[in-house]
């Protein structure tokens, strides 16, 4: 059996006319007749009633439709598989800071793995500097890294995670509307340094204290500077998904404090010019929801 008829048959039913499924199909009004025609021999059944211009479906081509529209739907998704597997290798190889393996991609890659489900996937956690060499480089397929720009890369931001400052179950700060500047240098601070400038921002909103800051530990690991705080040692400034179960569970407690409103980690997805397109966007897609979900 021809999917073009079927294909005919379906259009024609679904805009009404036979002029009008022709003009959609980008053929003329005689061919998609022929077609229709073709499929009536074949089915050994008429198809439509014909009245002057207007045409309505037989009892037979009512039973046929839902069969018609099935066989069709499953022709265009059978197209979509097979042209994923064109443009897609069988193995897709990440790279990704530290922040996102633990935070962000736990989250996405199942939801991928629905959506292109031939393909395997291999992870390397780095720095940014060495995913942007390794993109660069084809030992990876696509990278989320921080905010950069390069010439030869496809580069879109995922998502951009707020940092706010967090206190333990039971802190003085709990509760309060905001609190100043002054206020946390009264406290022990864990503070976390990976040397980006959104980092630089929260070391230079303490300049303007009246005394140091009271920086007891100093840690290069998100999950090693919020451990400490749930240990009760001091307080942090933290990016909000590495916070977010704690905050769930009422373990951590984000505090408001306006001078950090506007600070956050930006993540950008990279890969090279005119390639993975189709799963770094659909990849983008989901990084992006992700984020608005915490957010909101």
């Known amino acids: 059996m021809n ?28 061919s998609v007749t022929a077609r229709i ?7 050994d059944c008429r198809l439509f009633e014909r009245i002057g211009k207007q045409i309505s479906l037989t009892d037979d081509g009512k039973k046929f439709l839902p069969y018609a529209q099935q066989l069709l739907q499953t022709f265009q998704k059978s197209k979509i598989q097979l042209k994923q597997k064109r443009t897609l290798p069988n193995e897709l190889r990440l790279g990704c800071t530290v922040s996102v393996s633990n935070y ?28 942007i060499n ?23 931001t995922a998502y951009e995670d707020p940092i706010r400052l967090y206190v333990y179950e039971g802190h003085p700060f709990i509760g309060k509307e905001t609190v100043s500047i002054d206020e946390i240098g009264e406290y022990p601070l864990v503070f976390f340094e990976c040397g980006s400038l959104d980092w630089m921002r929260i070391h230079r909103l303490f300049a303007s204290m009246s005394q140091p800051p009271n920086i007891e530990y100093q840690t290069d690991t998100l999950e090693t500077a919020k451990k400490l705080v749930l240990q009760r040692v001091g307080i942090a400034f933290l990016p909000s998904l590495c916070a977010q179960q704690e905050v769930r569970e009422k373990k951590l407690f984000p505090i408001p404090f306006p001078e950090t409103e506007g600070i ?29 979900t915490i957010s909101g």
């Open 37 to 43: 025609q073709s499929l009536e021999r074949e089915l």
């Open 104 to 131: 962000i991609i736990p989250n996405i890659l199942p939801e991928l793995k629905q959506k292109f489900p031939d393909v395997n996937y291999k992870l390397t956690t780095a720095p940014s500097e060495e995913i």
């Open 3 to 30: 999917i073009e008829n079927i294909e005919a048959f379906v259009y024609v039913i679904h805009y009404g006319s036979f002029n009008k499924a022709a003009d959609v199909l980008f053929l003329s009004q005689p």
């Open 264 to 292: 956050s980690l930006q993540t950008n997805m990279i890969a090279l010019n005119g390639e993975n397109g189709l799963f770094f966007n659909r990849a983008l897609e989901l990084c992006r929801g992700i984020a608005q």
């Open 134 to 156: 390794k993109v660069l480089g084809r030992e990876l397929d696509v990278g989320f890294v921080r905010n950069i720009s390069h010439p030869n890369l496809l580069s879109a």
